[in-house]
């Protein structure tokens, strides 16, 4: 592929978008739904041409997009892939999405990758480490980048800041911006026992440039439960709680809702970003 000059990487205003999947990919041509972006995970097309390109060719030249990787292990040891490199960059000079994304996590040790974003300490060493990493991804693509924070379900006892610094500490060192997950953020929260607003109050303001929505599980055993960001059903109420204080106090950004498996019709998901644009839409009302 070969880039279009007639694609350029405009920024998404406050809007809300939602993931593109391949049992989609007819319905979003033919009724054209009204949602502000797609999302795609970078790795699905980094084969050469076949259908994937083919509809998405199409669905560019009428929506922006976001870019949102899951394979890079930022927060590996291991060196950043080359190839990987290479690809995402061919990819994104072709399509120019609009945001380009990944995770706080890690995925692979000695060459050898798990299929899971795995969390790191929140450790001052391990801030430093994983920023490195995506000031070689920003110097790679020649663009800033989004890094989000990923659904943790243990705690390092060494940990030495709490996520919120330490999201911030990464995004400072690395000088790039925050893709804030309130679902995420909300998982965190009761499976660690903190609270949510606080990390919205503590995350740094001038750096979140985009936030995600999901749903999630409850998973209960004897003594208790635990819940796992499943990203298989609609956003509950209180995660949409959550995010109108978001909105409130960091102001409307553009804003995807995830749903990755038991995937429901496209009607279902256009209808979840039209709660989250409807928040977003009364937060501009109450400024004006």
């Given at each position: 592929?070969?880039?279009?000059?007639?694609?350029?990487?405009?920024?998404?205003?406050?809007?809300?978008?939602?993931?593109?999947?391949?049992?989609?990919?007819?319905?979003?041509?033919?009724?054209?739904?009204?949602?502000?972006?797609?999302?795609?995970?970078?790795?699905?097309?980094?084969?050469l041409g076949g259908t994937p390109h083919r509809y998405?060719?199409?669905?560019?030249?009428?929506?922006?997009?976001?870019?949102?990787?899951?394979?890079?292990?930022?927060?590996?040891?291991?060196?950043?892939s080359r190839p990987h490199l290479a690809r995402l960059?061919?990819?994104?000079?072709?399509?120019?999405?609009?945001?380009?994304?990944?995770?706080?996590?890690?995925?692979?040790?000695?060459?050898?990758?798990?299929?899971?974003?795995?969390?790191?300490?929140?450790?001052?060493?391990?801030?430093?480490?994983?920023?490195?990493?995506?000031?070689?991804?920003?110097?790679?693509?020649?663009?800033?980048?989004?890094?989000?924070?990923?659904?943790?379900?243990?705690?390092?006892?060494?940990?030495?800041?709490?996520?919120?610094?330490?999201?911030?500490?990464?995004?400072?060192?690395?000088?790039?911006?925050?893709?804030?997950?309130?679902?995420?953020?909300?998982?965190?929260?009761?499976?660690?026992?903190?609270?949510?607003?606080?990390?919205?109050?503590?995350?740094?303001?001038?750096?979140?440039?985009?936030?995600?929505?999901?749903?999630?599980?409850?998973?209960?055993?004897?003594?208790?439960?635990?819940?796992?960001?499943?990203?298989?059903?609609?956003?509950?109420?209180?995660?949409?709680?959550?995010?109108?204080?978001?909105?409130?106090?960091?102001?409307?950004?553009?804003?995807?809702?995830?749903?990755?498996?038991?995937?429901?019709?496209?009607?279902?998901?256009?209808?979840?970003?039209?709660?989250?644009?409807?928040?977003?839409?009364?937060?501009?009302?109450?400024?004006?």
């Open positions: 592929m070969t880039p279009d000059a007639a694609l350029t990487a405009e920024p998404i205003p406050a809007c809300a978008g939602i993931g593109l999947r391949g049992q989609h990919y007819e319905d979003v041509l033919t009724l054209r739904p009204a949602v502000g972006f797609f999302e795609v995970h970078s790795e699905n097309y980094f084969g998405l060719e199409r669905i560019r030249a009428d929506y922006s997009l976001s870019f949102h990787g899951v394979g890079l292990s930022l927060g590996s040891t291991d060196p950043l960059r061919e990819l994104i000079e072709h399509y120019q999405p609009s945001l380009v994304s990944e995770h706080l996590s890690w995925s692979s040790v000695g060459g050898r990758y798990l299929n899971d974003l795995l969390p790191l300490p929140y450790t001052e060493e391990a801030a430093t480490h994983i920023a490195e990493h995506v000031s070689q991804l920003q110097d790679s693509l020649g663009r800033r980048i989004l890094v989000e924070n990923v659904s943790c379900y243990l705690e390092f006892e060494h940990s030495g800041l709490t996520e919120w610094e330490f999201v911030n500490a990464v995004a400072e060192t690395a000088d790039c911006g925050i893709l804030l997950d309130i679902n995420n953020v909300y998982v965190n929260a009761c499976n660690h026992g903190f609270d949510a607003k606080e990390f919205l109050r503590g995350i740094s303001r001038q750096r979140v440039a985009e936030m995600h929505l999901a749903g999630h599980t409850e998973n209960k055993f004897d003594g208790g439960s635990i819940l796992i960001d499943t990203h298989n059903r609609r956003v509950c109420d209180a995660v949409w709680d959550l995010y109108r204080d978001a909105v409130e106090q960091l102001g409307p950004l553009p804003t995807l809702v995830e749903w990755d498996s038991d995937l429901p019709e496209l009607p279902v998901l256009v209808d979840e970003a039209g709660i989250a644009a409807s928040i977003l839409e009364q937060s501009r009302a109450r400024v004006a």
